[in-house]
């Protein structure tokens, strides 16, 4: 799912906790959304949040961690979602 602005809370988290497996899948696709998530969690996080009955706070810099990580697989990574074709003898 693309995030947007009009993006629930809960579309974020979702969207984050779904795409953790980028690398173990080897998707870049994957490691795009899961970056966009981690963004979209980065500017939108709540300090604390109530999770059954409890009170958490979150950590920021894991996720900006986490942020970087994906950021570094992707680079590493990204040319191997598509095939570069050779044209190099069409006008012969």
């Not at 970056?35 to 950590?59: C, H, K, S, V, Y």
């Not at 920021?60 to 992707?74: D, F, H, R, T, V």
Request: hydrophobic content about 35%; aromatic content about 8%; some cysteine.
């Amino acid at each position: 799912m693309d995030l947007k602005s009009t993006s629930t809370f809960s579309d974020v988290t979702a969207a984050y906790e779904n795409n953790l497996d980028y690398d173990l899948a080897g998707s870049p696709s994957k490691c795009r959304a899961f970056i966009q998530a981690a963004r979209f969690l980065l500017r939108r996080q709540p300090d604390e949040q109530e999770l059954d009955g409890e009170r958490t706070r979150d950590n920021p810099e894991k996720i900006q961690a986490e942020l970087a990580k994906a950021e570094s697989w992707l680079a590493a990574n990204a040319a191997t979602n598509y095939a570069l074709a050779d044209f190099s003898g069409i006008r012969s």
